[in-house]
Nanobody, 125 residues
Framework: QVQLVESGGGLVQPGGSLRLSCVAS????????IGWFRQAPGKEREGVSC????????YTEDSVKGRFAMSRDNAKNTVYLEMNSLKPDDTALYYC??????????????????WGKGTPVTVSS
């Protein structure tokens, strides 16, 4: 049974940092592309970033470029999202998801095969 479990969310002040983790079980992480998504209250889910099975980060949403970075630790079967210079607009429920490629992160309506339940991030003073 495939499980993706996110952690690391919380309340942070504007300008602060958080590192989200996505731990996978039931699949080998480097056999999949892993995407980070977010959904703010009243807004549609959007793709934030995606790392291809090769390890290359193949997608980063424009509003987070230069502030967010994905990485992967195959030994721990974990993917990370390092978030810096956080803004109130980054407030959302953050999800990780897995599929064979990153198409579903770029075009969200395509979907991803496996999803975690999310971890909340609130950026507020």
């Amino acid at each position: 049974q495939v499980q993706l479990v996110e952690s690391g969310g919380g309340l942070v002040q504007p300008g602060g940092s958080l590192r989200l983790s996505c731990v996978a079980s039931g699949l080998i992480l480097d056999d999949y592309a892993i995407g980070w998504f977010r959904q703010a209250p009243g807004k549609e889910r959007e793709g934030v970033s995606c790392i291809h099975k090769s390890g290359e980060v193949s997608y980063t949403e424009d509003s987070v470029k230069g502030r967010f970075a994905m990485s992967r630790d195959n030994a721990k079967n974990t993917v990370y999202l390092e978030m810096n210079s956080l803004k109130p607009d980054d407030t959302a429920l953050y999800y990780c998801a897995a599929d064979q490629d990153c198409a579903g992160a770029i075009v969200v309506s395509l979907g991803m095969e496996y999803w975690g339940k999310g971890t909340p991030v609130t950026v507020s003073s």
